[in-house]
C-alpha cells in the first residue's frame, strides 16, 4: 500500500480540508469529525458511485431514505435490544474501560500494564436512546438507528406495492447510523456516529445461495475497479462460530489498512430472519405472492452492507503516493476520476486583468458539467502541487497565447503529460479524458 502510515492520510486530510477533528476549538470530542470542503465532495463522490453501481445501472433495485429515530418495538424485533451488545470490562488500577474482545491479551490492561485487574465482562448495550416529545420516560424512548437495514425490512410491504417489483428485487440505502462503540478508533475507521451504504436483496428462498455468491463477487469488483489494488484487498468467510444468530453465511470484503486486515463491507445471507421477525411483532403479513406459481412464501435476503467513511479512508490509503518531479518530491492521490474532489482546476498562469475573463469564461464552460476548482494565486508550479495532493486528475491551463490563439493547456496529474486544446473543443476533450 502506498501510504506508509495512518500519520501521512490524518496530516493530508486535516492540511488540504477533507477532515477535522469535531469541535476542535473547545478541545475535540472524541470519535466525531467534520468533514471538510474536500473531504465532504470524496464523501458524496464514494456515496454517488455506490449508488451509481447498486441502483441507477440497475433494474432490479430501487431506493429508500427511512428516518432515523424509530420506536422499540423495531429493534425489539430486530434482536437489538436483546443481542447488539460488546462484552464490557473496567480495569481496577486506572479505571480505564476496554472491549474485552478486542484486548490482545486479557489478562493485562494495555493502558497501564496492570495484570489481572480487569473487572468481570458484562454486556453493554451499543444504542443510543433518547426521549421523544416533551416528557421523558418509558413511554417516550426512541432510539437512533445503530443500521440502515431495518427501515428497508420495515418498509418491505409498501415498497412491493408501490414500486411494483417482485423477488429477485433490491432496497437500497445511504444513511447515517449511530452507535455507541466502546473503543472507537483508527482515525474515521470506528466511530461513533457514521455512514452506511447498505442493500437488501430479496429473492426466492431456493435462489439463497446463487445470489449471496454473485453479490460477495460484485461488491469486491466494485472496489477494484475504482483502484483499491488487488494485493489491498480480500474476501474472508466468517467461520461457523462468527456466524450472527440469523446468517447462514457471511463474507467481509476486508482491505489492507496500516493496522493489518479489517472490514470495508459485508455480505450476509440474512434468509427470511427479519421479515418473519417483523411479521411476528407488527401482526402485517411481509411475505410474497406469486401469481404465475400460486406460490406464497417469505424471500431470503442477501444483505451487502458497507460503510461509508472507512471506504473513503481506504479509498484515500489507496491512492496516496509520492514521486519526483524535476527534482522535487511530490505528494500525489491518485484518485480515480469519479471518486476526485475536483475533477478539473481552471489555473490563469497570472493574476493580471488580461486573463482573469477568460479565465473565468473558462470555468463557466466546465463548471456546469463538473465539480471545478479556481485557484490564481502563488506561481504555476506550486498549484499543480496542490491539486495533485488533493488528487484533481485535470488541470487547465490558461495563458498569455490563449487571448491569441484561444487554446488553453490541459496536464494529466498522472502522467504529466500537456496538450494544447482549442476553447471550443475543451469540454470533448475533458470529457473524453475523465470517461465517467
Not at 481506504?314 to 522535487?328: H, K, Q, R, T, Y
Not at 475573463?357 to 504555476?380: F, H
Request: proline share 6%; net charge negative; hydrophobic share 40%.
Amino acid at each position: 500500500m502506498p501510504a506508509d502510515s495512518m500519520e501521512d492520510i490524518v496530516n493530508l486530510c486535516k492540511r488540504r480540508g477533507f477532515i477535522f477533528p469535531s469541535a476542535e476549538i473547545y478541545g475535540g470530542f472524541r470519535s466525531t469529525y467534520d468533514y471538510g470542503p474536500l473531504g465532504v465532495l470524496m464523501l458524496r463522490n464514494v456515496k454517488e458511485a455506490w449508488w451509481r453501481s447498486m441502483v441507477q445501472l440497475r433494474d432490479d433495485v430501487v431506493g429508500l431514505d427511512a428516518a432515523i429515530l424509530s420506536p422499540p418495538a423495531i429493534w425489539e424485533a430486530s434482536g437489538h435490544l436483546q443481542n447488539f451488545t460488546d462484552p464490557l470490562v473496567d480495569c481496577r488500577s486506572c479505571n480505564e474501560r476496554f472491549r474485552l474482545d478486542k484486548l490482545d491479551d486479557p489478562n493485562v490492561c494495555p493502558n497501564c500494564g496492570a495484570k489481572e485487574s480487569f473487572t468481570e465482562a458484562r454486556q453493554f448495550n451499543l444504542m443510543f436512546k433518547t426521549y421523544a416529545g416533551p416528557v421523558e420516560g418509558a413511554g417516550a424512548e426512541v432510539y437512533l438507528r445503530p443500521e440502515t437495514a431495518q427501515g428497508m425490512f420495515v418498509n418491505f410491504a409498501n415498497i412491493l406495492q408501490t414500486s411494483r417489483k417482485k423477488p429477485p428485487f433490491g432496497i437500497a440505502q445511504v444513511g447515517k447510523s449511530f452507535r455507541n462503540e466502546i473503543t472507537p478508533g483508527n482515525f474515521v475507521f470506528r466511530t461513533r456516529e457514521f455512514e452506511q451504504m447498505e442493500m437488501e436483496f430479496f429473492v426466492p428462498p431456493a435462489e439463497s445461495a446463487e445470489w449471496y455468491d454473485y453479490w460477495r463477487n460484485e461488491r469486491k469488483a466494485w472496489y477494484l475497479d475504482l483502484g483499491i489494488p488487488p494485493d489491498a484487498l480480500r474476501l474472508r468467510d466468517h467461520d461457523a462460530d462468527e456466524l450472527s444468530h440469523y446468517s447462514s453465511a457471511t463474507s467481509d470484503v476486508e482491505f489492507m489498512f496500516p493496522w493489518g486486515w479489517d472490514e470495508l463491507e459485508g455480505i450476509a445471507n440474512r434468509g427470511d430472519y427479519d421479515l418473519t421477525q417483523h411479521a411476528k411483532f407488527s401482526g402485517e403479513k411481509l411475505e410474497y405472492f406469486d401469481q404465475a406459481s400460486g406460490e406464497r412464501y417469505v424471500p431470503h435476503c442477501i444483505e451487502p452492507a458497507a460503510g461509508a467513511t472507512r471506504t473513503m479512508m481506504a479509498f484515500l490509503l489507496s491512492a496516496f503516493d509520492e514521486d519526483e518531479v524535476n527534482g522535487e518530491k511530490r505528494s500525489v492521490l491518485r484518485l480515480h476520476p469519479r471518486l476526485a474532489p475536483y475533477k478539473v482546476a481552471v489555473l490563469p498562469l497570472s493574476k493580471k486583468d488580461t486573463l482573469t475573463p477568460v479565465a473565468r469564461e473558462v470555468l463557466s464552460l466546465v463548471q456546469p458539467r463538473w465539480m471545478c476548482d479556481y485557484d490564481e494565486t502563488q506561481a504555476i508550479g506550486r498549484r499543480y502541487r496542490r491539486q495533485d495532493e488533493i488528487g484533481t486528475p485535470l488541470c487547465v491551463t490558461v495563458d498569455f497565447d490563449t487571448l491569441e490563439d484561444r487554446a488553453v493547456t490541459i496536464r494529466d496529474r498522472d502522467s504529466l503529460e500537456q496538450v494544447r486544446v482549442p476553447i471550443d473543443s475543451l469540454v470533448d476533450e475533458l470529457a473524453t479524458r475523465l470517461a465517467l
